[in-house]
């Protein structure tokens, strides 16, 4: 892996923040995780329609374009893969 991609770190932080969630979750208000889920489901769609308009966009542009973190970006871009 030339990029210097650490697979197992990878999967070590994504286990911690899976964790993390679930203790958000046990505590968090379910009125708030409702509003939480909503904005998820509307940014999906929007990174979905941008995807459309343009597979190739550059990954950075596209966070701009949502108003996410290029790493934001990237766990959304993620995340529709895997729907």
């Known amino acids: 892996m030339d990029e210097g991609v650490d697979p197992t770190r990878m999967c ?9 969630s679930k203790q958000l979750t046990a505590v968090a208000d379910p009125d708030v995780l409702v509003l939480f889920e909503d904005w998820l489901d509307e940014l999906e ?3 979905r329609a941008l995807i459309n308009a343009s597979p190739s966009r550059d990954p950075l542009a596209a966070a701009r374009e949502l108003g996410l973190s290029e790493s934001g970006a990237a766990f959304l871009a993620a995340k529709l893969i895997v729907k």
């Open 45 to 47: 769609h929007e990174a």
């Open 12 to 20: 070590q932080s994504l286990v911690d923040k899976v964790a993390r």
